[in-house]
């Protein structure tokens, strides 16, 4: 059946009211099975909180000050006071359910809002380009949000702003689908890391298990890439015996897809960088004749030693003058696996197995060299060869294991020197004091609960050069949601890396621990929000460094 944004939105504030995860996920399973093809992916988007498939590039392309005038225009009031009403309640959703409950500009021929209406302008926000762009943009907010009863304005908001609040994970979603077209768990996930979409993976899963067990890799659908945890080699040796050791790199996480000829490449976010860095392309284009999917990590190089990773950073940004920047910073790429080849699907083989077939494919001149060894003074070594050329240290990796997109687990491992850090979401920031006092001085991290929910951690006001400062502030201006007094609510899409002396208990923050001593060591926008350490990864800290 098709589904009418109304009725979305009230299971919203159903699930916002729940707590036990089991209780959500039935709530959201049974909501599931009664959809259509149309609406069942864009329910599973939408109760995630996103507009598009995690692999589209797609995006709304709005941020929070046109959602506040579409409001103010719809309610007959202006910006500031729908500013002011959010920085009151601190919740934009809310804040909005309340000012549309007072609307003075309603449309004459009001029409209730269904899924495809929502997913139809939402593609709309996110193809509009061109010299009448935002006005365009203004003009379907506008219409949006007249139609939208108080309600569907609190999650309408929330999903154009990208924090809907709810707490559905993937986890829970997962369980839901399995539960709703009885099917196994680990199918649905298994397929999820192939199709990196879970609206379609509930499709199939329609059609029973053994057709999530067909589901494969398609080339130019970015998949998620596999993480690694904090550990020693002496931990993985017990496990393993045999560890597959190469050095950690200080650059940025790529993907790498080939096809008949036509080559992309695609981040960490998982945002195609093509344009930025066709001398990369050119050099894994030239390095293989088959098509394939490869995940590697490129560097800056000068004189042969590598540069730091905002040298990288600066060549992912580019939009203009490409060329000159070729030349004035020379890339890298560094493949470590190989996910797919000629049509055929890899993840599943041991990563011993997957990097023979990358060896035998591609030139040894892109290809990540490797020492496979049982030694763990020989592992050291490496190490510190890693770190004489001017590398961040080394991962090792179980030689038996699959490849598990977006997954953290301890099949890889990396190793760097003694001081730790970690990735973060900035939730808030707070204005500076003095020469300061025009840009934020301090910022508010948080880590990511189980239920995709954003908990506070740490303040972090050390470390920053002013250019840095500088770059935060521009960071963070255009995803402003609310402010009070100083401090300034934004939408937690900037992760930064911090350094610290260690985990501690503290009642101080929501999660119940904080960090001693945090630095700012650098801005992170080649991770997304989702790849941040979660609160069980900060107890696994804290429960290591009491150990030791």
Known sequence: MQMDFLEFSHICEALEGTAGRLDMTGIVRDALSPLDEADLPLFIHYLMGRPFPDWS????????????DAVAYVAGGDRQVVVSAINRSGDPGKSVEILLGKKEQ????????????????????????????????????????????PLEGRYLARLLLGELRIGIGEGTMRD???????VSPAAVEHAYQAANDLGEVALI?????????????EPFRPLKMMLAKQGTVTD??????????????????????????????????????????????????????????????VIAVRDGRPLPFQYVLRRFRRKHDIASHIKEIALAPNIFDILWIDGETLIDLPFAERRERL?????????????????????????????????????????????????????????????????????AAEWGEGKRAHIFGSFLLSCLGEDGSYIPLSKVATGFSDEALQEMYVALSDLVLSEEG????????????????????SPSYAGGFALRFPRFIRLRDDKSPEEIESL????????AQSSR
């Not at 590039?57 to 506040?68: A, L, R, T």
């Not at 839901?176 to 009885?182: H, R, V």
């Not at 998982?270 to 930025?276: G, N, Y």
Request: aromatic share 6%.
């Open 359 to 427: 060896v035998a494919a591609v030139s040894d001149t892109c290809v990540a060299p490797q020492l496979m060894s049982g030694d763990e003074e020989e592992i050291d070594a490496l190490y510190r060869n890693a770190l004489n050329d001017g590398h961040e240290g080394i991962m090792i990796k179980d030689p038996r294991s699959p490849y598990t997109p977006g997954v953290r687990g301890k099949l890889w491992v990396k190793i760097k020197p003694a001081v730790d850090t970690i990735d973060l979401v900035v939730t």
């Open 176 to 182: 839901a689908i399995a539960g709703a077209f009885a």
């Open 57 to 68: 590039q797609e995006k709304i392309g709005v941020g929070p000050n046109s959602v506040y």
């Open 236 to 297: 993985m040796l017990s496990e393993t015996g045999v560890l597959a050791a190469e050095y950690k790199y200080d650059g940025t996480r790529f993907q790498f897809h080939k096809v008949d000829g036509i080559c992309r490449m695609y981040s960490r976010r998982l945002e195609e960088v093509t344009h930025a860095i066709p001398d990369v392309v050119a050099m894994l284009d030239a390095a293989t004749s088959h098509d394939v999917i490869l995940d590697g990590e």
């Open 106 to 149: 309603m449309s004459f021929f009001s029409e209730s809002l269904t899924l495809n209406d929502i997913g139809r302008d939402f593609t709309l926000l996110a193809v509009i380009g061109g010299n009448k762009s935002q006005r365009e943009k203004d003009r379907i907010l506008r219409r949006l949000f007249a139609n939208a009863s």
């Open 486 to 505: 100083k401090m300034v609510h934004v939408e937690p899409q900037i992760v930064v890396e911090v350094g610290y002396a260690e985990v501690q208990k």
């Open 205 to 217: 899963a329609r059609k029973g298990e053994d057709a999530l067990n067909e589901v494969h890799i």
């Open 536 to 543: 069980r990864m900060i107890e696994e800290r804290f429960l």
